[in-house]
């Protein structure tokens, strides 16, 4: 038996600091002049001992480079594990401030929008768009408000009518565009103040309220285009709102009467593609239109049938652009540009109208959808298509309006009583998930092959049909020409009256035959 012990050398530390002065210059350079320095540098480059020196440490620098790439202390080696830990977690929401209307009279709150800069702040348009309830004593201001802050707005914007929709600028962060319930158009640069620095003419306005006004992707920043239910389309510069710079009449012969244009009441403009917009309408139709066409018959390129009443939401796809989501009635339809007959996906009838729908900034398969009953539905498609993967009743009043921000986790409500209400959503709704985008692409483009599939199918049935209605018009028309004929109707009532007594007489004789046999069977069975 024997006994070891074994102990490491002990390794004493210490700290000192150090005091770095450039140097290594002879004495009559002076570092600080910039001439005496490139002149030194080149008179050292050409030196033989300075080329070998720089091969020998060259493989010793080259080396440590190598380590250094080998293992990156920055990465995060176990980042997909803790994706999967966080979709596993229920999805979830919380309310974070609840933002009322100061005014005693309260009104709906119909649009709003984040500051672009970081989502700090939360602009809202308030107005009553009930017929004909809207009162003297109810207010026309609209607010900003700070999202830290619910108890009293950082900004009143004081518009000549009350606002239905309102836009932050994503170029500039201090301007915002309105449209208001009498059809003008309002432009805000906060700094100066909250009175509308640009405002647009009565008569070259809308005719009815503006219930969406987007700001364009351009060069100087100040171009926007507004829809109204007067059936029109209009494009502003706000540095001169004195009249629109272009208009579109929705009219779907193409010719640009007015009495006949479908209601705007919805508005889609994706920056990836400038010239193309939708418009979504009063009457269950969604309009593609072409900005750049020359005559209106070129600038409205389709239509898309799908709902029972107002398309109230329009939202194209961030991450699929040929695909956009629509809200009417009580459904929410998933669309692909390719197949104008039919949307490819839909949401099952819901008990109470939906008011407004928004895609996900940052999940390609998430959507919002918010309802007359206060509840705030997130749907997940990837996940379930029937039902959706979240609900939360955010209110007892009903929804009208919703945004989410572009990090994706904070959602803003607005309600019929006038409160924003800000909700958290989890991680799990908010993060990336592994392939999704993949699987989603894959499923757009198997349905979209099925719904074409489908509607290919009927058109044959529908093509078979109207033949064979074709066919039976012809003999009916045939029909009718031989009636028309007197002669012949005289000779098909004589034959038909003569097979009709003839018929009659061998119904008569069979009788007689029959009775006759059945007389010589009574004979006979009587005589045996």
Request: glycine share 6%.
């Amino acid at each position: 038996m024997s006994e070891h012990q074994v102990n490491t050398e002990r390794f004493e530390s210490s700290s000192c600091g150090i005091n770095h002065v450039e140097g290594g210059w002879p004495k009559d350079i002076n570092p600080n002049e910039m001439e005496q320095t490139i002149r030194f540098r080149k008179k050292v480059e050409k030196d033989e001992s300075y080329m070998n020196s720089i091969l020998q440490l060259g493989s010793l620098m080259e080396h440590c480079i190598r380590q250094n790439n080998a293992v990156d202390i920055y990465q995060e080696y176990f980042q997909d594990e803790d994706e999967v830990d966080e979709s596993q977690e229920p999805p979830s929401a919380k309310t974070i401030n609840v933002f009322r209307d100061p005014t005693e009279v309260k009104r709906s709150v119909t649009g709003l929008s984040w500051h672009p800069d970081g989502g700090r702040k939360l602009a809202a348009a308030y107005s009553c768009l009930e017929f004909q309830r809207s009162s003297r004593d109810m207010s026309l201001d609209s607010y900003i408000w700070d999202v830290e802050n619910p108890n009293r707005p950082e900004t009143t914007l004081k518009p000549p009518s009350a606002l239905v929709c309102l836009d932050y600028n994503p170029k500039d962060c201090h301007t915002l565009v309105g449209g208001c319930y009498n059809g003008q158009i309002a432009y805000w640069d906060t700094r100066r103040g909250s009175q509308p620095v640009e405002l647009s003419s009565v008569e070259q306005s809308h005719r009815d309220p503006v219930y969406k006004i987007i700001w364009l992707q351009s060069k100087t920043g100040t171009d926007a285009f507004s829809a109204s239910t007067d059936g029109q389309v209009l494009w502003w510069d706000v540095r001169k709102l004195s009249e629109p710079t272009d208009r579109l009449v929705l009219d779907p012969g193409r010719e640009g009467n007015l009495d006949r244009a479908f209601g705007a009441i919805s508005l889609e403009f994706e920056s990836t593609m400038p010239t193309k917009f939708m418009v979504g309408t009063e009457q269950g139709v969604v309009v593609s239109c072409n900005r750049k066409a020359k005559t209106p018959a070129e600038k409205i390129v389709c239509t898309y049938d799908g709902h029972h009443g107002p398309v109230y939401a329009l939202h194209r796809n961030p991450f699929f652009p040929k695909n956009f989501l629509t809200v009417g009635d009580w459904t929410a339809r998933i669309w692909s540009e390719d197949i104008k007959e039919s949307s490819i996906m839909w949401t099952k009838y819901q008990t109470s109208y939906l008011m407004d729908a928004c895609w996900s900034p940052v999940r390609p398969s998430v959507f919002f959808t918010v309802k007359m009953d206060g509840v705030l539905d997130v749907w997940d498609i990837l996940f379930k298509q029937s039902d959706p993967m979240l609900s939360l009743k955010v209110c007892d009043s009903a929804l009208y309006s919703l945004r989410v921000q572009d990090s994706g986790r904070l959602v803003a409500c607005g309600s019929q009583l006038g409160e924003a209400t800000l909700l958290e959503v989890c991680c799990g709704l908010s993060t990336l998930q592994k392939n999704e985008k993949t699987l989603l692409a894959a499923m757009f483009e198997r349905e979209t092959k099925r719904e074409k599939i489908l509607e290919a199918r009927q058109r044959e049935i529908r093509l078979k049909e109207r033949s064979r209605s074709e066919q039976s018009r012809e003999e009916e028309a045939g029909r009718e020409e031989g009636e028309d004929d007197p002669d012949k109707m005289a000779a098909r009532a004589e034959s038909d009256f003569h097979s009709q007594v003839e018929a009659e007489l061998r119904r008569r004789e069979r009788r007689e035959e029959e009775k006759d046999v059945c007389e010589e069977k009574e004979v006979k069975n009587e005589s045996g």
